[in-house]
């Protein structure tokens, strides 16, 4: 039987850069089998050294994951599409603050400034309002940060918390839209805040100049009302999802690499990155942007995305990518979506969780895929001293 295969850009490299191949058989199985005898390579590509779909790689069938259908023996018809989807790392690259005020009316500088968003009915003042009384934290001023950034502090964002402890280098500046040439060398996050309030004197910006750990992320992430994921490696995602279950956080997920882009919502009590990703691919396996290379104006796609998402969350209007994967193929200028599910088997989230607390995320992206149940013990303990001293620290 005919089928379409939908090949990833960091796997095109076996298929002579082809968006689609054709192959035969009646099974996802076999089809993936009759690719290999086509592209030799491709097998390792998508199974590594195992006979089983490991968790950082996706397959779909006519957009539904064969994890919900019979797995790698689900059988496809002619005309059928199988779309392999592996996971995307790409991202670049003190006290509790007091709540802010609540914002009353408008002055008039505010309303010539928002005036565009204001005639909009599902904006108007009431809107903009919600707008400005919201704080987001961003993780990583890189590629997918800075337009996230300009973005959101145009929009008006009162609080914005950045969360980059790299600095500006030349090899940034293809993509970085918040540094300059005159920034090389300074720290990300105070070249960020800069051009922020330059845009838009307004907006507060707390800039976080360290690498977010298991230590400080509960409570770093617990000052913000909805967090944009826009880091560069596995373990980052990770914990940025691990502790947006735990406090109930809205995540707004983005990643890139060469040509294609990733973008999805997850809402609190609805399903987490490990519901699509259960473990981070060994490490080697998915190349970095520093290795492999992205597009620089696919960060500006992907970027802008993740900010129309969450003002979308905060004005309460439309319908969130909660639920759909949304997949941009720049190379055949195509975007295409496909259903994620809550799974109830998964470790964070799912009915019987085994993941209580925030774990040591360098070393188990690092090869270490699973963590013993003294681990997950201490590593819950450790979480809820961090909740307290966050709770503590929000409610002082």
């Known amino acids: 039987m005919a089928v379409s295969v939908y090949i990833p850009t960091p796997f095109r490299k076996l298929t002579g850069n082809r968006q689609n191949v054709q192959a035969d058989g009646a099974s996802v199985a076999e089809v993936l089998a ?54 995307m790392a790409g991202g670049s690259g003190e006290d509790a603050a007091p709540p802010r005020k609540r914002i009353g009316a408008l002055t008039p500088q505010q309303v010539d400034r928002y005036s565009r968003h204001i005639i909009m009915p599902q904006v108007g003042p009431s809107g903009q309002r919600k707008i ?16 996230i950034a ?58 976080h100049e360290a690498p977010i750990t298991s230590d400080n992320a509960m409570e770093i992430i617990g000052r913000y009302d909805y967090v944009i994921n826009g880091a560069d490696n596995f373990a980052a995602r990770y914990l940025v999802n691990d502790t947006c279950h735990f406090l109930q ?57 993740q900010a129309t998402e969450v003002l979308k969350l905060i004005l309460g209007v439309g319908d969130s990518l909660h639920g759909r994967l949304l997949l ?14 809550k799974d109830p088997n998964c470790v964070l989230c799912g009915e019987h969780p085994t993941v ?34 966050a709770a503590s620290a929000m409610n002082a």
């Open 150 to 207: 300009v973005y959101l502090a145009l929009a008006g964002i009162g609080k914005i918390g950045i969360v980059d402890f790299d600095t500006v280098d030349i090899s940034n500046l293809q993509r970085q839209i918040l540094h300059q040439n005159d920034d090389i060398g300074k720290m990300k996050a105070l070249s960020a805040k800069e051009t922020i309030i330059a845009y838009n004197p307004d907006v507060e910006v707390v800039t």
């Open 249 to 305: 956080k809205p995540l707004i997920d983005g990643s890139i690499l060469l040509f294609d882009g990733q973008v999805t919502v997850y809402l609190p009590g609805q399903g987490c990155y490990r519901c699509l990703y259960p473990s981070p691919p060994p490490p080697g396996m998915v190349p970095s942007c520093a290795e492999a290379g992205v597009l620089g104006a696919l960060c500006g796609t992907v970027g802008t995305i």
């Open 328 to 341: 941009y193929d720049a190379l055949a200028m195509e975007f295409r979506q496909v259903r994620i599910r």
């Open 356 to 389: 209580t607390g925030l774990i040591d995320y360098d070393a188990w992206c690092g090869g270490a895929f699973g963590h013993t149940n003294e681990e997950e013990q201490k590593a819950a303990e450790a979480a809820a001293k961090a909740r307290d001293r």
């Open 132 to 147: 400005m009384e919201s704080s987001v934290l961003i993780i990583g001023a890189g590629g997918l940060g800075s337009p």
């Open 34 to 87: 009759d690719v290999d005898r086509q592209f030799p390579g491709f097998r390792a590509l998508v199974f590594g050294q195992g006979d089983t779909v490991p968790a950082h790689i996706n397959i779909y069938v006519n957009k539904q994951e064969i994890t919900s259908l019979d797995g790698i023996d689900t059988q496809v018809r002619d005309g059928d599409e199988v779309a392999v989807i592996p996971a």
